[in-house]
């Protein structure tokens, strides 16, 4: 994989410490028939019932927040959809002006959703590189930067305060974890992830759809290998390419199991 270097766990601890109180700390649930047919005790970390109904709003949160404080006055995003809802949330909310880059197959309801948050919405082919080309235009534009939903280290560090926030609850209920099962689309959770497990002997496993394999195949290749568009009832995973900042102090950990993982 590319040598670039990205956040930390310190920022992962960090972004945790200054969403606190913005964001939702949503519930840890059980369900007895997924731990039988798991054959494992399974905890569930509801982030559906996050602002936004995803976890994409603690990186969006974290870097638009940052970004407000330097001065800036509006934002770029592409995204399937989660992304550039959260974005639009979190432009709202501080002030910013929002532009959001979306596939002209995204999901009328996420469109909708970024609309109604005060976003103006751009469409833009139906794979990754067609939407970061169009936003890297409409940035040139504006002037205003590009907050990517996975090569972005404060999106990453922020959605990475999901996984953290799970490992401290599992703890204090007394079901410590030893793994994390992470869904992978453009990367930006699962590095999250990878840096909130960092030196906690928690296994991370990454899940991609069939036919949205990315990842597994860019950490088999040692390179960023782009996929055709697959059809997957899960939109929100469906990135043609992963993105390519990680940390070096995760980056192994995440290859070594996630590159198993693709399933149906």
């Not at 601890?13 to 059980?30: D, F, N, Y």
């Not at 399937?80 to 959001?100: D, E």
């Not at 040139?140 to 490992?167: F, K, M, R, W």
């Not at 036919?211 to 899960?234: H, N, Y």
Request: charged share 20%; net charge neutral; with cysteine.
């Amino acid at each position: 994989m590319s040598g670039t270097t990205g956040p930390v766990r310190a920022d992962v601890e960090e972004a945790a410490r200054w969403l606190a109180g913005r964001v939702v700390r949503t519930p840890v649930l059980r369900s007895a028939v997924i731990d039988e047919l798991a054959g494992a005790r399974v905890l569930l970390k509801a982030e559906n019932l996050q602002n936004g109904g995803s976890y994409k709003m603690r990186g969006a949160l974290r870097a638009v927040g940052r970004l407000a404080a330097s001065g800036h006055t509006g934002v770029i995003a592409q995204s399937t959809g989660n992304h550039a809802v959260a974005v639009a949330l979190a432009a709202r909310q501080h002030g910013l002006a929002a532009t959001v880059v979306l596939p002209v197959d995204a999901a009328p309801t996420k469109v909708e959703r970024a609309r109604a948050a005060g976003a103006r919405v751009v469409s833009a082919g139906t794979d990754v590189e067609e939407r970061v080309a169009m936003a890297r235009a409409l940035s040139d534009e504006t002037g205003h930067p590009v907050v990517d939903a996975y090569d972005h280290p404060d999106v990453i560090a922020g959605q990475g305060s999901a996984s953290l926030e799970l490992i401290e609850q599992a703890e204090r209920a007394g079901t410590p974890l030893d793994t994390l099962v992470v869904p992978v689309g453009g990367g930006g959770g699962v590095a999250g992830a990878c840096l909130a497990a960092a030196g906690t002997g928690i296994e991370v496993y990454g899940v991609e759809p069939v036919g949205c394999d990315s990842l597994a195949r860019s950490l088999a290749a040692g390179e960023r290998v782009p996929v055709a568009p697959a059809a997957t009832i899960a939109d929100g995973l469906r990135p043609t390419c992963v993105g390519e900042l990680r940390s070096p102090s995760c980056g192994p950990r995440c290859a070594a199991s996630s590159a198993s993982t693709t399933t149906r």
